[in-house]
């Protein structure tokens, strides 16, 4: 997976739902959610740009954002990626199954 912890450790099945939370704001280009991520997490997460690029085709062939072309704030040409509504209805899905997943291992690990 392309969302490590800057230690190495992999967090699996991150990657997609890191994805959409950060075009949930705006839309932006590929490395610009590499930058928000980072900066969401205090760098602790960074997105591989070779992992990067599969998930967005895949989040794209799935439906859940499109891409358009546009120019960057440097006068470049770069791809934008922006979630759809059904991009919306997933991440809010992911969000409760992260939540759901992140309780039952934070009761798991308080136990004696």
Known sequence: MAVVEKGGDMLQG?????????L???PM?????TERIGQWS??????NQGSLYPALYRL???GWIASSW???ENNRRARYY?????GRRQLAEEHRAWTRM???IDFLMAMS
């Open 102 to 104: 992140a309780r039952a």
């Open 70 to 72: 546009k120019t960057t």
């Open 82 to 86: 922006e979630l759809t509504p059904d």
């Open 42 to 47: 205090n760098a602790v997460l960074e997105v």
């Open 29 to 33: 280009h590929g490395w610009g959610i």
């Open 14 to 22: 991150t990657l997609d739902m890191l994805i959409l939370k950060a």
């Open 24 to 26: 949930s704001l705006e």
């Open 60 to 62: 794209k062939r799935q």
